[in-house]
């Protein structure tokens, strides 16, 4: 059971434009839902996170949209650039008692210039 | 400051043999996690230590595969009698402390042929 579903496989964009990843999850114990953004050969590195109370937060051109009720939450990039070429991950956690992150599969996103 | 160091980057061996690979978490952080990540899959959560024990070793597929932290900081993944479906990328991940923020290293590539 995929605890943490998230869409689309592959996303291309044309620079300048939105990129919009979204994710599923089923736990309702989650209380931490982080996105990681990982470039070939690299390892993944933390690229923006929510709490489930806020319903959104904005970093630069990134933006988490969450909704509880509806236990989705996405990744929204203004403005896309080449340079945003990579895979992003969501994942989700209960922050404490169990101590690991769990992943979606990912989001091979693909900026043309 | 230094960031997770992993070792060795890439391995090859053959079925059956005995790996190790090895992770320097950043300093001071208490929390270390292994995942596996397959070839165009998402992070398969592995182990977590906190300190030298390991209260989750729920993701670890095989009593082949094992794991041990040593001075609350250097861990050892050991894959014995490596099988071909073994071949992943192994990363390690830290943090200050429990399940937020975890900062990840380059990955070990393993190969078994």
């Known amino acids: 059971q995929q605890q943490v579903k998230q869409s689309p496989q592959s996303l291309i964009v044309q620079k300048g434009g939105i990129s919009i990843i979204n994710c599923a999850y089923e736990n309702t114990a989650f209380d931490y839902f982080p996105w990681y953004q990982q470039f070939p050969g690299k390892g993944p590195a933390l690229l923006i996170a929510?709490?489930?109370?806020?319903s959104e937060k904005k970093e630069g051109r990134f933006t988490i949209s969450f909704n509880k009720s509806a236990k989705q939450f996405s990744l929204h990039i203004m403005d896309s650039q080449p340079g945003d070429s990579a895979t992003y991950f969501c994942?989700?956690?209960?922050?404490?008692?169990?101590?690991?992150?769990?992943f979606g599969k990912g989001t091979k996103l693909s900026v043309k210039p | 400051g230094a960031g997770v160091s992993q070792s060795p980057s890439n391995k090859v061996t053959e079925k059956g043999k005995d790996v190790e690979l090895r992770c320097d978490p950043i300093s001071g952080h208490t929390a270390l996690y292994w995942y596996r990540q397959s070839l165009g899959q998402g992070l398969e959560f592995l182990i977590y230590?906190?300190?030298?024990?390991?209260?989750?070793k729920s993701g670890l597929p095989s009593d082949r595969f094992s794991a041990e932290r040593t001075g609350g900081s250097v861990s050892t993944l050991t894959i014995q009698r490596t099988q071909q479906e073994d071949s992943a990328v192994y990363l390690c991940?830290?943090?200050?402390?429990?399940?937020?923020?975890?900062?990840f290293g380059p990955g070990t590539r393993l190969l078994v042929l």
């Open positions: 994942a989700a956690s209960i922050g404490g008692s169990q101590g690991n992150l769990i």
């Open positions: 991940a830290s943090s200050p402390d429990r399940a937020e923020t975890q900062y």
């Open positions: 929510i709490r489930p109370d806020v």
């Open positions: 230590f906190q300190g030298n024990s390991a209260p989750d």
